[in-house]
């Protein structure tokens, strides 16, 4: 039980950082964002747990393939705000056009030979 209270205290410290950090600084924010720190703590918990390396592979592989559909939101949201949308109706809309973007990546990638 103590473990799953570290990943859960290090992932919101994360998170407390990334968002402290860009309250001051948007861009260094965004860097620090950027940067696949859950993901690199997903794998060494993952690694610990497991020591599964195809496991991790395969978690490594999919994070990349998941990427992808998320990186139009960093273009759509502030396109939107810029543009005077409401701040709840640019953040929903984004998020909804990342979800769709996911769901055809789940249907296309079995499609061009990549399973996850």
């Given at each position: ?43 060494i ?35 939107l ?36």
């Amino acid at each position: 039980m103590f473990y799953l209270f570290i990943k859960a205290a290090l992932s919101g410290v994360i998170i407390m950082i990334v968002s402290e950090v860009a309250r001051r600084s948007p861009g260094f924010g965004g860097l620090i964002a950027s940067l696949p720190l859950v993901s690199v703590l997903a794998i060494i918990w993952l690694w610990r747990d497991t020591h599964d390396i195809e496991r991790i592979a395969g978690h490594a592989e999919a994070t990349f393939w998941f990427v992808l559909p998320s990186l139009p939101m960093f273009l759509i949201l502030p396109a939107l705000l810029r543009h005077g949308v409401d701040f709840w109706i640019a953040l929903g809309g984004s998020s909804l056009l990342t979800m769709a973007l996911y769901s055809l990546t789940i249907w296309l990638l079995p499609k061009i030979g990549i399973s996850l």
